[in-house]
């Protein structure tokens, strides 16, 4: 289970609810996860403070139920006060813990926001930190060529300058066909992975102004380029782990999910980038096989128009829109994207039960997944 999914159960756990075992299991090593646990746990210590600090004088709110349908049956049940009254507490609840997650983000200092770009295979990731938090790990691209593994952390973040330590390595791509190269390497995210594969490779401190381009060396004879800009506030609009702005080559699915006309088809498991000479990324829909969005026309595709963070085509007499957390592409919007349907997925993976990310390159590459 990777974090996308396992997010969704942060909360519960918190709260003390059942939660699948490998939901669990992932939030109980993964650092990302367990940071956001944490952060639920100190809003909750920081509402109880405020509410032994708070004047005697001030009627309680009523008793709210927490979670799922009872919220509208609250609103529309018989009440002991008013339904306005009841709205704004509401409203007074919700506003007082988006207020205390803003505030603590304003105490903590600037925030960085930066894409690394891996130049021999033109793939880009991106992420955002503030000082002082743990390392974010990542790989920057697939394709052919040599992939690096690269860590990165922040311990100071100003308006004209940031302290980076990072490590990276370059490391082949697996032998053998194009599935078992993507088999072998849906797992490189899980954190001890990453870390046994970045082991031995030396940190190296260094300094960034914010606007330029930053050339850091691999171990392993390669390089990523890193650009960013610095923050006072959270930016309103951001995806960690991906590129923000695109390039008008690259092509990006970040926190997707697909609808054909009113049918909510499902959120797409994965996400990736990539920019190449046809670039190009895949997903697998259960039931109606493996989509492939590309920049360039090529046999078989059908014209659709991206914008921004959305993709609108028809096929077959549906109309279909893609949802990206993140502009899809760069360049003048909006702009033609062509989507091509087999209806199998990769042969080589088991059945899946929402749709998932299948592969990012050129159009060839995942195509050839698909005969």
Same mark, same amino acid.
């Given at each position: ?5 396992? +997010?969704?159960?942060? #909360? ?10 490998? /939901? ?27 509410? &032994?600090? /708070? ?6 709110? @009523?008793?709210? @139920? ?18 306005? /009254?009841?709205?704004? +507490? ?10 205390? !997650?803003?505030m ?6 600037? %925030? ?6 891996? @130049?021999?295979?033109?793939? #880009?990731v991106?992420g ?9 790990? $990542? ?7 040599? %992939? !690096? /593994? ?12 940031? =302290? ?9 791509p697996?032998?053998?066909?194009e599935?078992? =190269?993507?088999?072998k ?7 001890q992975? $990453?870390? =046994? ?20 060396? *691999? ?8 650009s ?7 930016p309103?609009?951001?995806?960690? %782990? ?9 092509? *990006?699915? #970040?926190?997707?999910?697909? *609808? ?35 920049? =360039?026309?090529?046999?078989?595709? *059908?014209? +659709? ?6 993709? &609108? ?28 349907? &087999? ?17 990012? +390159?050129e ?9």
């Amino acid at each position: 289970m990777e974090c996308q999914e396992a +997010g969704n159960f942060v #909360s519960p756990l918190h709260d003390g609810e059942t939660v699948p075992k490998e /939901a669990a299991a992932h939030i109980g090593v993964c650092r990302n996860c367990k940071e956001r646990l944490l952060q639920y746990a100190q809003m909750s210590t920081e509402l109880r403070l405020l509410a &032994h600090t /708070a004047p005697e004088d001030i009627p309680p709110l @009523p008793n709210l @139920p927490s979670r799922g349908w009872q919220w509208t049956r609250s609103l529309t049940a018989r009440a002991l006060v008013p339904r306005l /009254a009841l709205a704004l +507490g509401i409203v007074a609840v919700v506003g007082l813990s988006l207020g205390l !997650v803003l505030m603590r983000a304003q105490s903590a200092g600037f %925030w960085f926001q930066f894409d690394v770009n891996n @130049p021999e295979t033109q793939g #880009s990731v991106g992420g955002l930190l503030q000082a002082g938090e743990p390392a974010r790990d $990542m790989f920057v691209s697939q394709g052919p060529h040599k %992939w !690096v /593994a690269f860590e990165i952390r922040a311990p100071r973040v100003e308006t004209d300058v940031v =302290k980076l330590v990072v490590r990276a390595r370059a490391i082949e791509p697996a032998p053998g066909s194009e599935e078992e =190269k993507t088999a072998k390497y849906q797992a490189p995210m899980m954190p001890q992975v $990453m870390t =046994k594969i970045l082991a031995g490779a030396p940190f190296q401190e260094l300094e960034y102004k914010p606007g330029q381009t930053l050339e850091i060396p *691999v171990e392993g004879g390669s390089k990523v380029l890193l650009s960013g800009q610095v923050y006072h506030l959270r930016p309103s609009f951001s995806a960690e %782990w991906f590129p923000v702005t695109p390039k008008p080559d690259e092509i *990006v699915l #970040s926190q997707a999910a697909l *609808v054909r006309g009113n049918q909510f088809l499902g959120e797409v498991q994965g996400s990736g980038s990539a920019r190449s000479e046809n670039s190009a990324v895949g997903i697998c829909v259960p039931e109606l096989g493996a989509f492939v969005f590309a920049l =360039k026309p090529f046999d078989g595709a *059908v014209q +659709g128009l991206a914008e921004f963070g959305q993709v &609108h085509f028809k096929m077959d007499g549906d109309e279909y829109t893609l949802f990206s957390a993140t502009p899809i592409t760069g360049g003048a919007q909006p702009r033609e994207i062509w989507v091509y349907r &087999h209806p199998n997925c990769p042969r080589s993976w088991p059945p899946i039960k929402a749709p998932q990310m299948i592969g990012t +390159g050129e159009v060839g590459g995942i195509l050839d997944l698909l005969r």
